[in-house]
């Protein structure tokens, strides 16, 4: 892969539940060879259904020509603020990575969207368009959902794009800087 393919990593904001309303969706557009060359900047609804058109709003920006893949730490944001990572590739051909450290309990996840939600068949619909992936390369074990990307190509693409942990710098980076603005500081852990 050339060094200057383009990543927009993407991470949200810790909110408080029931008092928060909004938190914020950081995208972070990253080189492979680790440069970052812009920033972007949304609120989204607390448990609201509006992440997917809100990154789409950041991939139609003044970066829209420059991003390669997409990746993000997971599917769900401020809380079950659903990505459809599969309407984003479709609109607009890029590959879009949806990664986390923990497996996800399908189960769990569908029981809670449909006790708590009105609209909870909508979201579960959007889970269900991707299935998870457990990946593992040297003492690492991640787990995915991916869409325009084959499985060799997105492991590739996290190995390249992973230098220290196990979760890529564009998420981190994301997700380091979302935790600041809504905490005034953050730390290194996703």
Do not use: W
């Amino acid at each position: 892969m050339k060094s200057g393919l383009r990543v927009l990593g993407l991470d949200d904001g810790p909110f408080q539940k029931f008092r928060d309303t909004t938190t914020v969706i950081v995208g972070v557009i990253m080189r492979l060879d680790s440069y970052v060359e812009g920033i972007s900047v949304r609120d989204i609804k607390v448990d609201g259904m509006d992440c997917t058109e809100t990154v789409m709003s950041m991939i139609k920006g003044r970066f829209k020509d420059d991003i390669d893949f997409i990746m993000s730490n997971g599917i769900t944001f401020a809380g079950f603020n659903i990505l459809d990572i599969t309407e984003i590739n479709e609109a607009t051909g890029i590959p879009v990575i949806a990664i986390t450290r923990k497996k996800p309990s399908m189960e769990s996840i569908f029981s809670a969207l449909s006790l708590h939600f009105k609209d909870g068949e909508e979201r579960i619909k959007i889970i269900k368009k991707t299935s998870v992936d457990e990946i593992n390369y040297g003492d690492k074990t991640l787990y995915i959902n991916r869409a325009g990307i084959s499985l060799n190509d997105a492991v590739a693409l996290i190995k390249k794009t992973t230098y220290t942990g196990n979760i890529p710098e564009p998420v981190r980076m994301a997700h380091l800087i979302a935790t600041a603005i809504k905490n005034k500081e953050s730390h290194g852990r996703v």
